[in-house]
């Protein structure tokens, strides 16, 4: 899995407008969100020009984002993005194009399952070189303070900072990322 380290670091970079210039607190969550747009070609492009143009009363950013074949990288892991509050100094934060709506079966299109295998690489480069374990936090665990992976919805669910509950699909995705 060490081959993962390289892949990171080599993103390519469309930095985003709004992001910490600290964090202020040790990595110890991976938050994952959904882009609520369709799956198109280029979409985590478009997603990170849409970072790049937000104005200053709606501040948002996530470290990486990616589609089908691609990975974008918007913000440095070292610095905080603009992702959730609640887990924005703590928190690492992926946004995979897609729906929060989307059932299973739409989890299963071939578009969905490069999403999450790119996805998965990306999580196993976190998980690693931020010793997060792949496991989902319920929301008491993340109030605890423990390690590991949450969707957006947790942490609205937990801090209630945010009315944004993207992302469901988590059983599934964690199965591939598990498998890595
Ligand atoms: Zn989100």
């Given at each position: 899995?060490?081959?993962?380290?390289?892949?990171?670091?080599?993103?390519?970079?469309?930095?985003?407008?709004?992001?910490?210039?600290?964090?202020?607190?040790?990595?110890?969550?991976?938050?994952?969100?959904?882009?609520?747009?369709?799956?198109?070609?280029?979409?985590?492009?478009?997603?990170?020009?849409?970072?790049?143009?937000?104005?200053?009363?709606?501040?948002?950013?996530?470290?990486?984002?990616?589609?089908?074949?691609?990975?974008?990288?918007?913000?440095?892991?070292?610095?905080?993005?603009?992702?959730?509050?609640?887990?924005?100094f703590d928190g690492l934060h992926l946004e995979l194009v897609?729906?929060?709506?989307?059932?299973?079966?739409?989890?299963?299109?071939?578009?969905s399952q490069n999403v999450l295998k790119l996805g998965a690489?990306?999580?196993?480069?976190?998980?690693?070189?931020?010793?997060?374990?792949?496991?989902?936090?319920?929301?008491?665990?993340?109030?605890?303070?423990?390690?590991?992976?949450?969707?957006?919805?947790?942490?609205?669910?937990?801090?209630?900072?945010?009315?944004?509950?993207?992302?469901?699909?988590?059983?599934?995705?964690?199965?591939?990322?598990?498998?890595?």
């Amino acid at each position: 899995m060490k081959s993962y380290r390289k892949l990171t670091l080599s993103l390519p970079e469309i930095t985003a407008r709004w992001y910490g210039q600290s964090r202020g607190a040790p990595v110890r969550v991976i938050g994952i969100h959904t882009t609520e747009c369709n799956e198109a070609n280029k979409a985590a492009i478009a997603v990170a020009k849409f970072f790049t143009r937000l104005p200053s009363n709606r501040k948002a950013s996530a470290h990486i984002v990616v589609d089908n074949k691609e990975a974008i990288r918007c913000v440095p892991d070292n610095k905080p993005a603009w992702a959730a509050p609640g887990c924005n100094f703590d928190g690492l934060h992926l946004e995979l194009v897609g729906r929060a709506n989307q059932t299973m079966p739409q989890w299963e299109d071939s578009y969905s399952q490069n999403v999450l295998k790119l996805g998965a690489k990306i999580v196993a480069d976190w998980s690693q070189r931020f010793n997060i374990p792949v496991v989902k936090l319920t929301v008491p665990q993340l109030k605890a303070g423990k390690r590991g992976i949450v969707g957006h919805v947790d942490i609205s669910r937990a801090y209630g900072l945010t009315r944004c509950f993207c992302f469901f699909g988590f059983d599934y995705c964690l199965l591939s990322w598990r498998s890595l």
